[in-house]
């Protein structure tokens, strides 16, 4: 009988405040690093213009990443960024997060959400917007000069021809319940 009644509640999913504690959580880990790879990537693009700021991004986004990993690594949580059109083939997505990418690019979802992965752990998603700023790496008309660059570190390179308020990617944490 108990077995029942506890498959039943895995069945039904997190309850409301289950889904908001969680949320809650996922972002506290998720936004130092969105802050710090703002700060960096805009820094640079200001400063030093926007082929220093692709360098900066090709070598200083994995470890910027990395830093936020190891940090949480004790805690067995993982944060990430993926796309339905990568530029880095490292951040390909993970198996759970594929049909949330194809609701998010298709408009079938807008905001955050809490996942259930397995019975030990919780995802949590939360879309990435193309902004102005972004345009100059991921838009339609982008320098000559910073396309060769982008070219000859990302060869298979698909994130390009973005408009703004389109739906770039998602951010991913993963927790254990
Ligand atoms: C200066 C150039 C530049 C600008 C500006 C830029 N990006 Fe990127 N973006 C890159 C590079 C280079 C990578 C690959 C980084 C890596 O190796 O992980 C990348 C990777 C990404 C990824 C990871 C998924 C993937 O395709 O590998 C996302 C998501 C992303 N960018 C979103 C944005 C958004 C949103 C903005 C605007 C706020 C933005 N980018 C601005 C150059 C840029």
Redesign the pocket.
Known sequence: MIWFLVSVLFAQGPTLTEEQAYSKKAESYLNPFKKEL?MV?KK??ETKG?????N???LQ??KI?EKHLEHLKKNQIEIG???D???????APRPWVVKYLSEFKEGQRKGPVVVEINENRIGYLAP????P??????GEKIDRK?QKI?AE??PK???INYKIGDF????WVEMNR
């Open positions: 703002m990537l640079t693009v926007t082929i220093a700021a692709v900066t991004c090709h986004a994995p990443l960024r993926t796309s059109k990568l530029r880095n083939h490292e951040n990435i917007g193309i902004q700023l972004c345009l100059k790496c991921h910073v982008i570190n990302y390179d698909q994130a770039r990617g998602l951010f």
